[in-house]
């Protein structure tokens, strides 16, 4: 009975760890106002299952922060993180450290790739303020829809100080099978690492280019 104890005991801690550490990892950065209020891009996806918003303060104005938003994609800007582990999936991504002319002219229904075979389109985009991309997960070979629709918001709202903003990105999934919900709670913990160096890179080249 101890030993038992112990392992129930064991078990508990290690589940609430886990459900602690995924939250945190679901709201990286933000604010309780900034994972509680609308952003452009919900209205796409009004019930989803899966909500994540994550942000940093730049220490740039949104409009020098937009312009990379505008690059983002595969073939175009990158995604400002962690290239060497996205090529190792053979994503082929290299993050511009400039901005580039060519890629600033993105338009609603573009399409963004996140790698060879997987895109999204824009669904909004407002200057300065808000790109909202939005597209699914790629089918499994033997099935012919995707298990998830996706939703990924970057929002540019005002910084406490003068002269600063806050970059909010916010993902929202939507599971098309139960077992959705299986793939996209992996995903989510690689979604954490890179997202949290997309934002510090974006942060960094915006303030550098500053």
């Given amino acids: 009975m101890p030993r038992l104890l112990r392992i129930l005991t064991v078990g508990a801690a290690l589940s609430t760890g886990y459900v602690l550490a995924r939250q945190q990892a679901l709201r990286l950065g933000a604010t309780q106002v900034e994972r509680s209020i609308g952003l452009?891009?919900?209205e796409l996806l009004p019930d989803a299952?899966?909500?994540a918003t994550r942000a940093i303060t730049v220490p740039a104005p949104a409009s020098a922060v937009f312009p990379w938003l505008?690059?983002?994609g595969q073939g175009r800007g990158g995604f400002y993180s962690y290239d060497a582990l996205e090529n190792?999936?053979?994503l082929?991504?290299?993050s511009a450290d400039r901005i580039v002319?060519?890629?600033q002219d993105l338009a609603v229904g573009d399409s963004v790739r996140l790698g060879e075979r997987v895109e999204l389109r824009v669904?909004?985009?407002e200057p300065d303020r808000a790109l909202v991309l939005q597209g699914d997960a790629p089918a499994l070979p033997d099935e012919e829809t995707a298990p998830f629709d996706f939703v990924w918001s970057f929002v540019l709202r005002p910084g406490q100080l003068p002269g600063t903003t806050r970059l909010?990105?916010?993902e929202r999934y939507g599971y098309r099978e139960p077992w959705a919900r299986y793939p996209v709670a992996a995903m989510t913990w690689a979604s954490t690492l890179m997202t949290a160096g997309m934002l510090r890179g974006i942060r960094d080249r915006a303030a550098r280019a500053r």
Avoid: T
């Fill in 168 to 170: 909010v990105v916010r």
């Fill in 101 to 103: 002319p060519e890629w």
């Fill in 92 to 94: 082929d991504i290299h």
């Fill in 49 to 51: 299952d899966l909500v």
């Fill in 88 to 90: 190792l999936l053979g």
């Fill in 123 to 125: 669904a909004r985009q």
């Fill in 40 to 42: 452009p891009g919900d």
């Fill in 70 to 72: 505008l690059q983002l």
